[in-house]
């Protein structure tokens, strides 16, 4: 099955600068998808990016996908205390359908 | 419309007692999962369904049974709880391969299980 690396593993920041994570993968894909996972809970869905598309926006949130180089980023601008949490992306693609699997993460930590 | 509900959130299981995990989901999807997060690490898949009344087994299927035997609900299944099943476990549901394309997957909230 297909997995995301997130990177760093760990990043800690003043609230309002901007954060900036990374994901690589090593197949082709259809899509690359970033959650957010708070402290002890379920994790919530943020931004797909389908592999024939380089860039999107949601909100405060900018994801960016290069297929050439197996990899993705996402930057949240303007950080808040409440965007603490870990940050998983996800690759479907191929016969990995049914088969979400999972890197470690990222952990961010905004400070107020 | 809920999404994924998982029932119970908290469980305490004695060693080699039995439950079952529910997960119900409302948005007719196809997909369905069940994951195990320890602490530190990420989510790891223990059985998935892809239709109803089909299962197959994920990365750490050991241990535990599944049943779809309706679209909207997923059973898990541990005969013989174990201390080393004490977990947090998730529930997750998808559309299909084509539809997939442009729907992320909706998580449960988890249940917190300990074994002693």
């Known amino acids: 099955s297909q997995q995301g690396e997130e990177d760093p593993q760990a990043l800690s920041i003043q609230e309002g600068e901007n954060a900036t994570m990374n994901c690589s993968y090593k197949t082709s894909i259809n899509n690359l998808q970033w959650y957010r996972q708070n402290s002890g809970r379920g994790l919530v869905h943020l931004i797909l990016i389908r592999s024939n598309e380089r860039e999107k926006h949601s909100g405060r949130l900018r994801v960016t996908l290069d297929t050439s180089k197996k990899s993705s980023s996402l930057l949240i601008t303007a950080s808040r205390a409440a965007d603490t949490a870990s940050y998983f992306c996800?690759?479907?693609?191929?016969?990995?359908?049914?088969?979400?699997?999972f890197g470690q993460g990222t952990i961010l930590t905004v400070h107020p | 419309n809920a999404g994924v509900t998982q029932t119970p959130k908290f469980r305490v299981l004695k060693t080699g007692q039995s439950m079952t995990l529910l997960c119900a989901q409302d948005?007719?999807?196809?997909?369905m999962y069940w994951y195990r997060q320890d602490p530190g690490m990420g989510l790891r898949l223990i059985h998935y369904?892809?239709?109803?009344?089909?299962?197959a087994k994920g990365e750490v299927p050991d241990g535990y049974n599944v049943s779809r035997l309706k679209k909207q609900n997923f059973l898990l299944g541990l005969e013989s709880a174990a201390p080393s099943q004490t977990s947090v476990y998730f529930c997750a549901s998808s559309y299909s391969r084509g539809r997939a394309l442009n729907y992320g997957y909706t998580f449960g909230s988890g249940t917190r299980l300990t074994v002693v």
């Open positions: 996800v690759v479907t693609g191929g016969t990995s359908y049914g088969k979400l699997t």
């Open positions: 948005m007719n999807h196809e997909y």
């Open positions: 369904s892809v239709g109803e009344g089909t299962t």
